[in-house]
């Protein structure tokens, strides 16, 4: 028998998006660096993607004008396409250091020199709106305690027990029901959370 010793074909990586995307982020009313237990979460980010390349750039910037200049992140490998050691910012470079044991994988530590740390839940790109609003509500709650991980899978334990618990749909009594003028219209979607940012762009 023989055993193949060529590499697999390397993953292409995305290009660089040149659209404008908005940046999701949500933060305890109090996030500042202090006053906290090391590892409390400070809040939420909702990447586009897993490409710390591609997702970094819109986020530092935000965080150096409320926190002062954050110099260096710390993630866990498992759910970013590439590590790399540092990643361009508009003014500056971010170093990039990685645990595979010791980091929560759903937590973004960011590190600001002489000024603080800070850890966010970072909430995974292809998350549904709803799941995502709870995710960042939770993680920007002043009296939340939870961990990164700990609110995932809670999260994930809700939308199976919202699946199992959904009533069979009565497509003809929906029908009849749409046909008579139906529901009024779903009222949007509010995150009430501490503090949102939203960015137009990158």
Request: avoid cysteine; hydrophobic fraction near 40%; charged fraction near 20%.
């Amino acid at each position: 028998m023989s055993v193949s010793l060529m590499r697999p074909p390397s993953v292409a990586l995305p290009p660089p998006r040149t659209e404008s995307t908005a940046l999701r982020l949500a933060l305890r009313p109090a996030a500042g660096g202090g006053g906290l237990p090391v590892g409390a979460l400070d809040g939420a980010w909702w990447p586009h993607s897993e490409d710390l390349l591609r997702e970094l750039p819109s986020l530092i910037p935000t965080l150096d004008r409320m926190w002062g200049r954050i110099t260096r992140i710390n993630v866990n490998p498992r759910h970013w396409q590439s590590l790399p050691r540092e990643v361009p910012v508009p003014g500056h470079v971010v170093k990039v250091g990685w645990f595979t044991t010791e980091q929560d994988p759903h937590k973004l530590l960011l590190i600001s020199y002489r000024t603080g740390r800070w850890d966010l839940l970072v909430v995974p790109p292809h998350t549904d709106p709803q799941s995502a609003a709870r995710l960042m509500t939770a993680a920007a709650d002043p009296a939340g305690s939870t961990r990164a991980s700990a609110l995932l899978a809670a999260e994930r334990d809700r939308s199976v027990n919202d699946a199992t618990d959904a009533p069979t749909r009565d497509t003809r009594a929906e029908a009849a029901w749409e046909s008579e003028g139906g529901a009024a219209p779903a009222p949007p979607l509010i995150m009430p959370i501490g503090r949102m940012h939203v960015s137009s762009g990158r």
